[in-house]
C-alpha cells in the first residue's frame, strides 16, 4: 500500500470537504456536482457516450471482479422495455465476502480520518463521471425519469453521500489522537500520563438498496461506514443491481488505484426467487444494517436483528393538511406534481390529502368547497399528464407489477366502502418506450372514518382526498397517522399563522417534519442534503436520519492507550 | 416558569461550560470541583456538619417529595456497622412516576441547550455542596473508604456527569435552529426556503445504579438525558439507595428553584425481595435505559430491551500482562495498590495477573521468577494492609456478604485443582467500625489452562497468578479473555518497546483498553473524566462509552419546518 497515496487525495479535495462542513453547518445549499444532463454544461458527447456505456452492458456478463463468486445471478426486468436486461452478475458465497471483508478493514484502519475523506471523495467523483450511463442503468431497473435518473439518482445521491462522510469526518476529529494529562496526586505529587486514542471499527456492514432509488440512501450508508472503517457488502434489490454494481465496480477501482484493498466495497447480489438478504443481515460477521425498503421488511429487521446496529428507511403514510389556500394555482400545483413525480414511488411522495368538509379558504375570501379542491386538483394532474411528454418526464415509469395492481385494488375497495373515484389511473403511452408500465395517479375520495383505506403506504400513485370535518380533525388525523403509522415527510397548506404554529405543534409531537406551503416553483418533497434533515427516527417510517451526528457516532468506538511519562522525560 | 432563571444560570456557569468544552477537546486534566475533603480547604466544620447531615437522616422516613408515592420502602444494611439504616423512600407507583416525567418532559423541551446546561451545570454544583454528607451516606451503603466516598464519590463523580453534559451540548449544538436556503430550479428560477429546526427528546430514561458506586454512572447517565430532553427515573441498588435519594431530592430543589418542573428527575426505589427493575425497564413508556451493574443482568437487557436505546456498562475479568519490569517496587506497588482498592469492588480492578512461567526480567538484566513476583506482590499487600488504619483507607468495606463467599468459594476451588494459595484473604479490624465486613486480597496461583476458575469476574477481593507459557501466551491469553469474557481496564507491564506496540495491537483488535506501567504515584485504575474513555462497548463489559458522541447523540432527534419565504420578502 502506497501510504501516499490517500494523503494526496485528501490534498486534493480538501476544499470540497471543508465547503461541505460549512454547509453542514450553515443548512444552506451547495454542491460540487454537476446536477444538470444538459449538453450546454457536459458537450454533445458526453450524454451519447453514457448511454453506449450502458447498452454494451446490456446482454453479457457484467464485469465485477470480486472474491467468494460461485456462479451468476441476476434477472432484472426493465420498466420501459418489459425486457430482462439479461446482464448476469457474480453469484455470491456470502461467507467469502464477509472474509474477504474482514481481510480488507484491518489494513484500512490505519487511514487517518482526512486520508478516508479523501479517498471516498476521490470515489464520489468517480462515480459522478458515470452519471449518464447511471442515468440509463437507473431507468431501466428503477424506471425514474431520465432527469430525475440523471439528478436525483445522480448529483442529489452523491451530495447526501459526501453529507454523510463529511459527519462522519466530524465525529472522528472530535476524538484527538493523543493526549498529554497531567494531575497532581496528593503527597506523590504531579504525574504526567501520555495517553493515545485508537479508532476501532464495528465490523462489516450489510447496506440493503431499494428497487426505486437504486443508490439515493446506499451512498450515505457506504461513506458512513467508510469513514468509520466498516468494509460495506451492498445487497441491490433483485429487479435494481446494474446501478449498484456500476458503483461498486467504481468504488473498487478507486481503491485498487489508491493501492488499498478493494474489498472493503462488495456486491451481494440474488434473484427474486432464492433471495440472501436474511442470511447476509442475520451473519455473524454482519455488525451493522442499513436498511431502505418496506416498512414492514425495516420493522422485522428492527425487531430481529436489534443485536446489530441497524439504520432503517423505509415508508410512512405521507399526509396532506389543508387548510386555506393563499396562492391556488402554486400550491394546488406544487402538490398535483408531488403526486405524479416519479409515479408517487418515493418515501417523500403525499398520498392523504386531509381536507375539512366545509372547505378551505382561498385568497380573497372565498372557499373552495371539499369537492372543488378534488376537482381542481384532478384537473391539475390532467394537465400535466395529458401531454405524453411531459408525463414520461414528470411520471417515469412503474417499478413493479404490484404497484399496477395496487391501483386497481384500491380503487374496488374505495367503491366498496361508498367513496368516489375522482380522477382515475391510465396508463399513458411512453413517447420513448411504447412498452412502458406506467400509470398516472388516481384520485378517490374517501371519508375520514375509513382509516383502513389510506392508513398504511400504497406504493403505487393513488392518492385519497380525506373528507374531515374540521381542519383541527385534519390535523389530528394527520399528525396522528404520522406517529402511528410513519411518515417521512408531511406537508400543510395555511395562510394562518396561529393554525401553522399549531401544526408545528402537533407534528412535533407526533415526531414527523412538516414542509409548508410548498408550491409549484420546485418539486415539493425535494430532500436537500445538508439542509433537510431526512428521517426524523422518531415514528415507523425509519429509526436513522440523513444525515445527524447520530447516523455516524456509533460506527466506530475508541480504544486507549495510558503510560507514565519516564521522569527524566517529564517536567 | 420563569424562563430568565435558566439563561441567568447559563451565564453564571459560562465559563465552567467553556472549560469542560476545552478539557474534552484537549483531553488534559480539569475540574470544578474539589477533590480534597481536607479541612485545610473546607474549614474544620464542614466535615463534621456533613457528617450531622448524614446522621439525622438515619432512622427516619427521608423527606422526598415526589409523586406516586404509595407507601414505604427501603432496607440498607451498612457494612461498616453491619446495621439497617433503617431510612425510609418512597415506595412508588411506576406508572405514576412515567406520567409524571412525561409531563415535565414537555416543557423541558422548550429550554435551549444553553439553558439546560445552565440548569444541569447548577445542580452539580448543588450536589458538591453535600459532598461530605453524600461521603458518609456512601461509605454506609456502598463500603467506600472516606476518601473515596468523598472524592470519588464526590468530585470525580461530578466530573464525569459534567463531561457527559458538555458532549450532549455539543452534539445539540451541532443542530442549528434555523437556515436559509437557495437554491435555482431550472426556469422557475431560485427558491428560498426558511427552515427551522427542532431538538425532540426521546422518552422517559431509567438509570439502573450500581451497588459500590451508586452515583459515579449514574451522573452522566443523568446529565446526558437531561440535557437532550429526557427525564429520568433513578432506581438505585436496593442497598444503594441514601446517595440516590440524596442526590434526586438534591436535583429536585434546583429544578424548583428555578421555575421547573422537578419531575424531570424521580426516584424508583425497592428492595431485594420485592424488586422492580425490570418492571421498570419493560414499561412502554421507558424509552432510554442506562445500566450500570453485573455483566450478566447486562446482557440481558441489550438482549431483552432492544426495542428502547440500552446504554450498558457492566464488568469484565480486567487482566495484568507481565514482561518485564523496569521498576519492580513502584509498579509492584501499583499493582498492590490496585488489588486492595475498594477491596477490588471497582468495574477497574485488576483481577488476573499473566505472568510467563520462565519469569520476569528486571532492571539490570536479572530476572525475577513465577513465583518470585507472586511472592513480592503478597508481601507488598500485607505490608499495606497490615496496619487497620491504612488497610481502612485503602480497602474500605466489602459492600455485599456474596463477595465473602466468592472469596471462600475461590478459595476451595483453586485448591481442589491443584492450584496454591499464595496469600490468604482475612478480614482486618476496622480501627472505626469494629463489626465491619472487610476482607484483605486473596492471591491464588492457577494454571493457565484453567479459564474455568479465572475466566470471569469474580466480584471479590480475588487475584489469580497466572502461570503462562511465554510472554506471547500471557498476551494472547488476556486480550482472548478481554475480547470473549469482557474488561474494562487492562494492564501491561513491559519495559519492551516492541512488545508494547504488540500488546497495543493485540489490545485493539480485543476491543479493550491497556494502561502501561502505571506504578505506585497513582491509583493504576483511576479514569479521569474528560481524558480517559471508560468503557470500549467493543466487548462484552458494557456496550457505551464515558463519555463519546455516541453516548448522547441518538439519545435526541430533529423534527423540521420548512416553508417558501415569500415573494415580496425573497431578494
Avoid at 99 to 107: N, V
Avoid at 307 to 335: F, H, Q, R, W
Avoid at 421 to 434: I, N
Avoid at 521 to 543: C, E, K, Q, W
Wanted: charged share 20%; with cysteine; glycine share 8%.
Amino acid at each position: 500500500m502506497s501510504a501516499e497515496r490517500p494523503a494526496a487525495l485528501y490534498e486534493r479535495n480538501k476544499a470540497h470537504l471543508d465547503a461541505a462542513l460549512k454547509a453542514c453547518e450553515t443548512r444552506s445549499y451547495w454542491s460540487p456536482f454537476t446536477e444538470s444532463p444538459s449538453t450546454s454544461l457536459h458537450g454533445p458527447e458526453r450524454p451519447a457516450e453514457g448511454k453506449a456505456r450502458f447498452e454494451a452492458m446490456l446482454g453479457r456478463r457484467f464485469d465485477l471482479d470480486q472474491p467468494g463468486t460461485i456462479g451468476e445471478v441476476g434477472y432484472e426486468i426493465s420498466p420501459y422495455t418489459g425486457k430482462t436486461l439479461d446482464v448476469r452478475y457474480p453469484k455470491p458465497d456470502p461467507q467469502a465476502l464477509f472474509d474477504a471483508a474482514k481481510a480488507a478493514m484491518k489494513p484500512w484502519q490505519r487511514l487517518t480520518a482526512e486520508e478516508r475523506a479523501g479517498v471516498c471523495l476521490e470515489m464520489a467523483f468517480a462515480l459522478e463521471e458515470q452519471a449518464f450511463a447511471n442515468a440509463h442503468a437507473t431507468m431501466h431497473t428503477a424506471g425514474q425519469a431520465y432527469l430525475m435518473a440523471f439528478s436525483g439518482s445522480g448529483a442529489n445521491a452523491l451530495d447526501r453521500g459526501v453529507e454523510a462522510l463529511t459527519y462522519a469526518y466530524k465525529a472522528l476529529k472530535d476524538v484527538p489522537r493523543t493526549a498529554d494529562w497531567e494531575k497532581s496526586f496528593g503527597r506523590t505529587g504531579v504525574v504526567q500520563l501520555k495517553k493515545q486514542y485508537r479508532i476501532r471499527a464495528r465490523g462489516v456492514a450489510v447496506v440493503v438498496c431499494c428497487a426505486t432509488f437504486p443508490l439515493w440512501n446506499a451512498y450515505p450508508a457506504v461513506f458512513a461506514n467508510l469513514m468509520t472503517g466498516n468494509p460495506v457488502i451492498l445487497k441491490p434489490h433483485p429487479n435494481g443491481i446494474l446501478p449498484v454494481a456500476m458503483a461498486v465496480k467504481r468504488m473498487r477501482e478507486t481503491l485498487t488505484a489508491c493501492g488499498l484493498d478493494p474489498n472493503m466495497v462488495l456486491m451481494a447480489a440474488d434473484e427474486r426467487e432464492t433471495p440472501i438478504t436474511i442470511e447476509l443481515l442475520q451473519h455473524p460477521d454482519c455488525a451493522i444494517i442499513d436498511y431502505t425498503g418496506s416498512q414492514r421488511f425495516g420493522l422485522w429487521i428492527e425487531e430481529h436483528c436489534a443485536d446489530k446496529l441497524v439504520y432503517t428507511e423505509t415508508a410512512g403514510c405521507n399526509g396532506v393538511v389543508m387548510d386555506s389556500l393563499s396562492d391556488p394555482e402554486g400550491l394546488i400545483g406544487g402538490l398535483a406534481n408531488g403526486l405524479c413525480g416519479f409515479s408517487a414511488q418515493m418515501c417523500t411522495s403525499p398520498q392523504n390529502i386531509h381536507i375539512p368538509a366545509g372547505g378551505v379558504k382561498i385568497a380573497g375570501g372565498e372557499t373552495l368547497s371539499f369537492e372543488e379542491v378534488g376537482q381542481r386538483l384532478a384537473d391539475t394532474i390532467v394537465k400535466r399528464t395529458e401531454d405524453p411528454k411531459r408525463a414520461a418526464a414528470l411520471c417515469g415509469a412503474v417499478q413493479a407489477r404490484q404497484s399496477i395492481d395496487l391501483i386497481e385494488q384500491v380503487r374496488e375497495r374505495v367503491k366498496a366502502a361508498g367513496g368516489r373515484v375522482v380522477l382515475d389511473s391510465r396508463p399513458y403511452e411512453h413517447p420513448d418506450f411504447p412498452g412502458a408500465q406506467t400509470a398516472t395517479p388516481l384520485v378517490v375520495e374517501v371519508e375520514a372514518d375509513a382509516v383502513d383505506l389510506y392508513g398504511e403506504e400504497v406504493f403505487a400513485p393513488v392518492c385519497f382526498l380525506i373528507r374531515e370535518p374540521s381542519r383541527e380533525a385534519a390535523l389530528q388525523n394527520a399528525a396522528t397517522l404520522a406517529a402511528e403509522r410513519g411518515a417521512i415527510s408531511s406537508y400543510l397548506y395555511s395562510s394562518d399563522r396561529d393554525f401553522i404554529e399549531a401544526a408545528q405543534d402537533a407534528f412535533t409531537d407526533a415526531g414527523a417534519s412538516l414542509w409548508i406551503n410548498m408550491d409549484q416553483r420546485m418539486p415539493i418533497n425535494f430532500a436537500a442534503a445538508y439542509s433537510d434533515y431526512h428521517v426524523t427516527g422518531l415514528n415507523p417510517a425509519g429509526n436513522a436520519c440523513l444525515a445527524d451526528l447520530a447516523f455516524v457516532a456509533d460506527r466506530f468506538r475508541i480504544v486507549q492507550f495510558r503510560e507514565p511519562v519516564p521522569a527524566e522525560a517529564a517536567q
